[in-house]
Structure formats: structure tokens, C-alpha cells
T-cell receptor, first 112, second 111 residues
Framework: NAGVTQTPKFQVLKTGQSMTLQCAQD?????MSWYRQDPGMGLRLIHY???????DQGEVPNGYNVSRSTTEDFPLRLLSAAPSQTSVYFC???????????FGPGTRLTVL | SQQGEEDPQALSIQEGENATMNCSYK?????LQWYRQNSGRGLVHLIL?????REKHSGRLRVTLDTSKKSSSLLITASRAADTASYFC???????????FGDGTTLTVKP
């Protein structure tokens, strides 16, 4: 069981570039979420999904898109990268009816 | 703004001492959770306390919840160097993967 996996681990982008951060889970958990963590701060929710085909916005959704075509995968797309999106991004999965979230190892993104 | 706020922001103690960190939140909750984050890693779930519970134990961890004061505390007893990490509280108003995290307490345990 790999749990929650994220790729890439590190990424450097130039302003205006687009990219997709990948997240996959093999636990068959219904809920998945994307958070960003800025230095010295907690996690802020970007987008979340309660099941395949269903997504919704979190606290800081601007500049990001998500889709959930399968239970396993929940990619996060940066449409046009900005320096303000420099952060560490975490994906999490949660089983419906339970409160514990399982986190991936994170993707460290730098936008120049 | 963040739902949870931890206090203190940083805590440094000697091995064997107890560590107490606090979390305050603003709105009503269903449950409150504590997570640990080792440097450069993802968060790991430690313990959950529901809104109708006042105290919970798990090994060397003790969590209290005071819903009237909208606050929680995490006590780590007999700390070890391996406890060095950042600790975050997270509140839930439902259970749809929408936890709201505080800014964390960074704990350093000196051997």
C-alpha cells in the first residue's frame, strides 16, 4: 500500500507557465483535498472532492483547477503560474465517515 | 483567516520534560484533530477529539477540549528527541476533507 503519492517532489516554473501536480491514492478513499503550505504557516485548502466527478472550492482556489475523473487520481492544475504560488503543496485522502486525513509527501514548487 | 491558532509558536524543552501546546478556534466544530509534521514531510494524524468529549489519551499524548472557550490543548509527556516536529490543530465542521488548520507550534526537544 503506497497510500498517497505525489509527483513531482520539486518543480521550478517561470511566471506564466502552466503545469499539473499529480496526486494518486490506493486506499479507495472517497474524499481528496489539495492544500498549500507557506513558510511558517499551516495548511490552506485549495480544492477538495467528495467523489469522482465532484469537486468544490476551498479557501484559496484562485489560479488553480482540479478534476476527479477516478477515485484514485486528483490532479491540481496551475493555469498561469505566479510567484505568489510558490509554496509546498500537499494532497490528502480521507475515507467517508472517518475524520483522519492521510497526506502525501508534498510537492515543493518555486515560481520565478 | 485561519480557524485554529496555536500557542506558543515555538517551544524548546529538554528530553524527559512535558510539552504543552494550545489551540484556539473561532466557530463551532464537530471535532478537532492534532497532526505532526516532521521537517520537509507530510502531516501525520495523531489524535482526534469529538465536540462532545473533554479529554482523550493516546500513549504519551493527552488532548483536552473546552468547547465553551473554543480551545484545545495537546500534552506530550516524557518528551523524546524524536518528538521534535511541528504540531498543528485542525478543526472540522463536517467530514468532507475540509479541515481548517492552524499555523502550528514548532517543538524542539533537546537530548
Amino acid at each position: 500500500n503506497a497510500g498517497v503519492t505525489q509527483t513531482p517532489k520539486f518543480q521550478v516554473l517561470k511566471t506564466g507557465q502552466s503545469m499539473t501536480l499529480q496526486c494518486a491514492q490506493d486506499m479507495n478513499h472517497e474524499y481528496m483535498s489539495w492544500y498549500r503550505q507557506d513558510p511558517g504557516m499551516g495548511l490552506r485548502l485549495i480544492h477538495y472532492s467528495v467523489g469522482a466527478g465532484i469537486t468544490d472550492q476551498g479557501e484559496v482556489p484562485n489560479g488553480y483547477n482540479v478534476s476527479r475523473s477516478t477515485t484514485e487520481d486528483f490532479p491540481l492544475r496551475l493555469l498561469s503560474a505566479a510567484p505568489s504560488q510558490t509554496s509546498v503543496y500537499f494532497c490528502a485522502a480521507q475515507r467517508e465517515g472517518y475524520n483522519e486525513q492521510f497526506f502525501g509527501p508534498g510537492t515543493r514548487l518555486t515560481v520565478l | 483567516s485561519q480557524q485554529g491558532e496555536e500557542d506558543p509558536q515555538a517551544l524548546s524543552i529538554q528530553e524527559g520534560e512535558n510539552a504543552t501546546m494550545n489551540c484556539s478556534y473561532k466557530t463551532s466544530i464537530n471535532n478537532l484533530q492534532w497532526y505532526r509534521q516532521n521537517s520537509g514531510r507530510g502531516l501525520v494524524h495523531l489524535i482526534l477529539i469529538r465536540s462532545n468529549e473533554r479529554e482523550k489519551h493516546s500513549g504519551r499524548l493527552r488532548v483536552t477540549l473546552d468547547t465553551s472557550k473554543k480551545s484545545s490543548s495537546l500534552l506530550i509527556t516524557a518528551s523524546r528527541a524524536a518528538d521534535t516536529a511541528s504540531y498543528f490543530c485542525a478543526t472540522d465542521r463536517g467530514n468532507a476533507g475540509k479541515s481548517t488548520f492552524g499555523d502550528g507550534t514548532t517543538l524542539t526537544v533537546k537530548p
